[in-house]
């Protein structure tokens, strides 16, 4: 089993940026694909990004293509959400969650089935 935990999240101004991290324990992450979604209040959980096992494919939501990078860092069991040009719209819990495959087609990636772990989540607010 995987514990996943999230940091980096606070309070940043609109265009500013926050990078996010999720520590993983338990087991090593490089076993998992990677994908972080966020749920802003009275909304539905949605798709942020994902990330191979490897690292080599990533997939975003195309709202958030060109502001946010994935990453990840399988020596240190960490993957990473860097957030540039923040917006008010990006106020949200975000979570991370690990998949055991990357999934074929990569759109498939964008399912919260896809992914078996979750972590609890951590608020980003964005004043404007």
């Known amino acids: 089993q995987v514990q996943l935990v999230e940091l980096g999240g606070g309070l940043a101004q609109a265009g500013g940026s926050l990078r996010l991290s999720c520590a993983a324990s338990?087991?090593?992450?490089?076993?998992?694909?990677m994908g972080w979604f966020r749920q802003a209040p009275g909304k539905e959980r949605e798709f942020v990004a994902a990330i191979s096992e490897s690292g080599d494919s990533a997939y975003y939501a195309d709202s958030m293509k060109g502001r946010f990078t994935i990453s990840r860092d399988n020596a240190k069991n960490t993957a990473y959400l860097q957030m540039y040009s923040l917006k008010p719209e990006d106020t949200a819990v975000y979570y991370c969650?690990?998949?055991?495959?990357?999934?074929?087609?990569?759109?498939?990636?964008?399912?919260?089935?896809?992914?078996?772990?979750w972590g609890q989540g951590t608020q980003v607010t964005v004043s404007s």
């Open positions: 969650a690990a998949a055991p495959l990357w999934a074929h087609p990569t759109q498939a990636m964008a399912n919260s089935y896809e992914y078996d772990y």
């Open positions: 338990g087991r090593a992450l490089s076993n998992y694909a």
